[in-house]
């Protein structure tokens, strides 16, 4: 139905690998593409040429659907996988040319939070990680520790082994233990995944004042409200290709407006409902004794058509009203026209 705003769309998405000087954005990814060759099983074509940059400060969001390629991304990102072909800039460093320095400006929260040892206390964990990560010579790292189990509500549990702290302890202890590395670059694979509902705000209210503070947050989720929540920008991926690109604002705005929803009584004549299905703009569901059409409007005048196509038997309307602005259904529409091209 939304098909020509989606393509509108889609061309955007395409065009956005020249967004930004590519020096200045904290993430520039070129044409990135990933095969798993199989023994004995087809290769399977996880991350097919993708392009995107990601400006300083932000919180960014990949979102697509179980098996889209996310989890493959950001491991070619952190410099864990290697990329059968393309390009991965973070903070200006070539991971691929300069792996070493550019491990140095990315850390990461992969699936499963496997980042954090069950046997070590909270504390030691940070400790434990933050020495890897050549961090024991701060002096301030006591305190930086402190600091973080602060930040994470943490401090309570500080001597307490990670096995016997919650599901959402847990994931905010590997959050701390990603930041205690003090990159300019966080990478988090699906970061509220399994949590409850005020875990997960919890996290998200932690990742926007990270944010605030100059970090570059990159997360990959399929929550939508997680994108729309805290992300400023998003691309959505299927299939390991990209089938939207945008501010999340503008993808929101950009479907929000036009949806609307007209409930009738029943009584439509065979002709009406002939006419009614003929609109390429509109679907119809009966609902009990009620009939409901939904419509996605580019131009207003489409929506005196069905009134005229309701009057011609005097059909009474009972409610006009505008859509709720549901970004799941953004999200399938994207993917649907994405599988169809
Ligand atoms: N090590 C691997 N070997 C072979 N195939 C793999 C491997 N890792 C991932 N894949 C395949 O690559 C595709 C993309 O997987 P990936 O884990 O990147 O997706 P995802 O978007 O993170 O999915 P999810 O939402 O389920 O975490 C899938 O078809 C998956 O089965
Ligand atoms: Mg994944």
Same mark, same amino acid.
């Given at each position: 139905?939304?098909g020509?705003?989606?393509?509108?769309?889609?061309?955007?998405?395409?065009?956005?690998?020249?967004?930004t000087?590519p020096?200045e954005?904290?993430?520039?990814?070129?044409?990135?593409?990933k095969?798993?060759?199989?023994?004995?099983?087809?290769?399977?074509?996880a991350?097919?040429? +993708?392009?995107?940059?990601?400006?300083?400060g932000?919180?960014?969001?990949?979102?697509?659907?179980?098996?889209?390629g $996310?989890?493959?991304t950001? $491991?070619?990102?952190?410099?864990?996988?290697?990329?059968?072909? &393309?390009?991965?800039?973070?903070?200006?460093?070539?991971?691929?040319?300069?792996?070493?320095?550019?491990?140095s400006?990315?850390?990461?929260?992969? *699936? &499963?939070n496997?980042? +954090?040892?069950?046997?070590?206390?909270?504390?030691?964990?940070l400790?434990?990680f933050?020495?890897?990560?050549?961090?024991?010579?701060? #002096?301030?790292?006591?305190?930086?520790?402190?600091?973080?189990?602060? %930040? %994470?509500?943490?401090?309570?549990?500080?001597a307490e082994?990670?096995?016997?702290?919650?599901?959402g302890?847990?994931?905010?202890?590997?959050l701390?233990?990603?930041?205690?590395?003090?990159?300019?670059i966080?990478?988090?694979?699906?970061?509220?995944?399994?949590?409850?509902? $005020?875990a997960?705000?919890?996290?998200?209210?932690?990742?926007?004042?990270?944010a605030?503070d100059?970090?570059? +947050?990159?997360?990959?989720?399929?929550?939508?409200?997680?994108?729309?929540?805290?992300?400023? *920008?998003?691309?959505?991926?299927?299939k390991?290709?990209?089938?939207?690109?945008d501010?999340?604002?503008?993808?929101?705005n950009? %479907?929000?407006a036009?949806s609307y #929803?007209?409930?009738i009584?029943?009584?439509?004549?065979?002709?009406q409902?002939?006419?009614?299905?003929?609109?390429?703009?509109? *679907?119809?569901?009966?609902n009990?004794?009620?009939v409901?059409?939904?419509? *996605?409007?580019?131009?207003?005048?489409?929506?005196?058509?069905?009134?005229d196509?309701?009057?011609?038997?005097?059909?009474? +309307?009972?409610?006009?009203?505008?859509? #709720?602005l549901? %970004?799941?259904?953004?999200f399938?529409?994207?993917?649907?026209? &994405?599988?169809?091209?």
């Amino acid at each position: 139905m939304a098909g020509a705003r989606v393509r509108r769309q889609q061309e955007r998405a395409a065009g956005s690998a020249e967004m930004t000087d590519p020096t200045e954005a904290a993430l520039v990814v070129e044409n990135l593409s990933k095969t798993y060759r199989q023994r004995k099983k087809a290769d399977i074509t996880a991350v097919d040429n +993708i392009s995107f940059q990601v400006p300083r400060g932000q919180i960014f969001g990949l979102l697509g659907p179980n098996g889209a390629g $996310k989890t493959t991304t950001v $491991k070619m990102i952190c410099g864990l996988i290697k990329p059968d072909s &393309g390009r991965i800039l973070v903070n200006g460093v070539d991971m691929l040319k300069q792996r070493r320095r550019g491990l140095s400006q990315v850390s990461a929260v992969l *699936e &499963g939070n496997r980042n +954090i040892y069950w046997r070590l206390t909270a504390r030691e964990n940070l400790e434990f990680f933050a020495a890897l990560k050549g961090q024991s010579g701060r #002096q301030d790292l006591a305190e930086r520790i402190s600091e973080l189990l602060a %930040f %994470f509500d943490l401090t309570d549990k500080e001597a307490e082994p990670a096995r016997r702290l919650s599901r959402g302890m847990q994931q905010k202890l590997a959050l701390a233990v990603c930041l205690v590395a003090d990159t300019p670059i966080v990478v988090l694979d699906e970061p509220t995944l399994g949590l409850d509902v $005020k875990a997960s705000y919890e996290i998200r209210a932690r990742l926007q004042e990270i944010a605030g503070d100059q970090k570059t +947050i990159i997360i990959t989720t399929h929550d939508m409200n997680v994108v729309e929540d805290i992300c400023q *920008e998003v691309v959505v991926i299927d299939k390991g290709r990209i089938v939207a690109a945008d501010k999340t604002e503008n993808l929101l705005n950009l %479907f929000q407006a036009r949806s609307y #929803q007209i409930e009738i009584r029943e009584g439509l004549t065979a002709s009406q409902r002939d006419s009614l299905l003929e609109l390429d703009f509109l *679907e119809l569901q009966q609902n009990k004794d009620k009939v409901i059409l939904d419509l *996605e409007l580019q131009n207003a005048s489409n929506l005196y058509r069905v009134i005229d196509i309701l009057e011609e038997n005097q059909t009474i +309307i009972e409610a006009i009203r505008q859509e #709720q602005l549901n %970004f799941e259904k953004i999200f399938m529409e994207l993917l649907e026209n &994405g599988r169809r091209r």
